[in-house]
C-alpha cells in the first residue's frame, strides 16, 4: 500500500491567498484526521471525518479553515484567505475499524504539507 | 479536558546510554495510550499501544509501561539510528481522535 498521501508538500504563499491541501487516505481506511504542527502547540487536531462525515471539527481555528471529504479516498482542507500565523505542518492520517476491537489509536500519518504565509 | 505533558523536551544520549522518557497524562477515563516516533521532515509512525495500568510492551531496544497516571518509554543501549522525537497520546471514551504531547527530541550521539 502507497501509505497516506498528501499535497503539495511544500506550498509558500502570500497572506490572503486561498490555500487547497489534500489527502488521499489509505485504501480500506474509513477514518480521516487533520492534525497541524507547529513548534509552539505540537500536534493539533483540527477535524476527523468517519465514513466521510465530519465528526468533530473543534478544532478548526476559525471560519477561514474548511474540510470536506467528498468520497472515501480524497479529503481537502482549505484556508481562505491564509494568514502568517498559519504558517505549519499540516498532517493527513488515516485509520480503519478492527473486528472485535472498533477503532483503534494507531494512526498511519501522511508526510505533511508544510505551508509558509508570508 | 484532555492533557498530555512530556519531559524531558530534549535529551542527548551517548550509544549505549539508556534511559527513559515520561509522558504525564490528565483524561477521564483513558481509552488507550500511544506511543509515535517522529523523524525530520516525515510524519509520525505508529509504537505502540497501552490500554490498562501494569501493561508494557516492547519493541527491540524499546519498552513501554503505564501507570494510572503517567506512561514511561524505556530506551535500552540505544543506537543512533533511534534518534528522533517520540510524542505520547491519548484517547478519550467516546473519541475516535487522539490527544498528542509536545513530544521528546532524542539525540544519540555515536
Known amino acids: 500500500d502507497a501509505g497516506v498521501i498528501q499535497s503539495p508538500r511544500h506550498e509558500v504563499t502570500e497572506m490572503g491567498q486561498e490555500v487547497t491541501l489534500r489527502c488521499k487516505p489509505i485504501s480500506g481506511h474509513n477514518s480521516l484526521f487533520w492534525y497541524r504542527q507547529t513548534m509552539m502547540r505540537g500536534l493539533e487536531l483540527l477535524i476527523y471525518?468517519?465514513?466521510?462525515?465530519?465528526?468533530?471539527d473543534s478544532g478548526m481555528p476559525e471560519d477561514r479553515f474548511s474540510a470536506k471529504m467528498p468520497n472515501a479516498s480524497f479529503s481537502t482542507l482549505k484556508i481562505q484567505p491564509s494568514e502568517p500565523r498559519d504558517s505549519a505542518v499540516y498532517f493527513c492520517?488515516?485509520?480503519?475499524?478492527?473486528?472485535?476491537?472498533?477503532?483503534?489509536?494507531?494512526?498511519?500519518f501522511g508526510e505533511g504539507s508544510r505551508l509558509t504565509v508570508l | 479536558e484532555d492533557q498530555v505533558t512530556q519531559s524531558p523536551e530534549a535529551l542527548r544520549l551517548q550509544e549505549g546510554e539508556s534511559s527513559s522518557l515520561n509522558c504525564s497524562y490528565t483524561?477521564?477515563?483513558?481509552?488507550?495510550l500511544f506511543w509515535y516516533r517522529q523523524d525530520p521532515g516525515k510524519g509520525p509512525e505508529f509504537l505502540f499501544t497501552l490500554y490498562s495500568a501494569g501493561e508494557e510492551k516492547e519493541k527491540e531496544r524499546l519498552k513501554a509501561t503505564l501507570t494510572k497516571k503517567e506512561s514511561f518509554l524505556h530506551i535500552t543501549a540505544p543506537k543512533p539510528e533511534d534518534s528522533a522525537t517520540y510524542l505520547c497520546?491519548?484517547?478519550?471514551?467516546?473519541?475516535?481522535?487522539?490527544?498528542f504531547g509536545s513530544g521528546t527530541r532524542l539525540q544519540v550521539q555515536p
Open positions: 483524561v477521564s477515563g483513558l481509552r488507550g
Open positions: 471525518f468517519n465514513n466521510n462525515v465530519p465528526i468533530d
Open positions: 492520517a488515516s485509520n480503519r475499524r478492527i473486528r472485535d476491537r472498533g477503532f483503534t489509536g494507531e494512526l498511519f
Open positions: 497520546a491519548v484517547q478519550a471514551p467516546g473519541r475516535r481522535a487522539l490527544t
